[in-house]
């Protein structure tokens, strides 16, 4: 590989994640999740850990991940790369200016402005360094059985439904 081609990578792995508002991280032994995050000094920047915030299982600081950048507009695969977790210290000047790129991009945050102390109380903020070369894309989709959780929208039929919508059409005519 050479020097153009490591640049040309760089420049792909920053453009893609600037542009897109998530990203699929996976530590080792554990599955890809969803994140939401900000592109900050050359890392992906990433909030969570506490209550109504993203998990962030797996992730240690010193650690390894893969991130897979998704296309903001159709949500294809763009790149794949890997990456170094550097957990940043609350109150440092690292953590300080990564926490106002994130508290500019957190949506509906229930405490407001309040968010950072929060933040620096109950959350982790990571920076996912990039370390090596790209990987290929993969010639599956890598669909997986989506995770457990206890949240659903689906629910059996109530047995008087049909019966009841059978007598609103009835009364139509």
Known sequence: MTATDTLLERALVEEATKKSGLVWVQAPGAPARPLWHIWHEGAACVVGDGPGEQPLSGLADGGDALVTVRSKDKGGRLVTWEATVVELVPGSPE?????????GKRLNARDGEAVTERWSRECRVLRLEPAGPTRPLPGSSLAAPPLPTPATTRRPVPAALPRLLRKKKRGRR
């Open 95 to 103: 953590w300080g200016a990564a926490v106002a790129e994130l508290k």
